[in-house]
């Protein structure tokens, strides 16, 4: 077998979540392509959320993330 069919099969995101998230409670993001263009962001408690990359608040909080990361 090759190494490949070993791998972990990551979290993809199947629904999206129609409402905005706060901020604040989001310490990471994952970006997916498949099966949809989406944002996977993760809490603070570790709570995976999907959700539109095209919803315009999703830009901020990527932002906001990116900002904090840099920060420490």
């Known amino acids: 077998g ?3 069919s070993t791998s972990i099969r990551k979290y993809s995101c199947g629904t999206l979540s129609p409402r905005q998230l706060n901020i604040r409670n989001l ?4 970006k997916q392509q498949a099966p949809t263009d989406a944002i996977m962001f993760i809490t603070a408690k570790g ?3 999907c959700v539109s990359a095209k919803q315009p608040w999703v ?3 990527i932002k906001r993330i990116d900002e904090r990361r840099a920060a420490k």
Do not use: D, G, L, N
């Not at 310490?27 to 994952?30: A, H, K």
């Open 2 to 4: 090759s190494a490949s």
């Open 27 to 30: 310490v990471s993001y994952e």
């Open 47 to 49: 709570i995976r959320i």
């Open 59 to 61: 830009k901020t909080a």
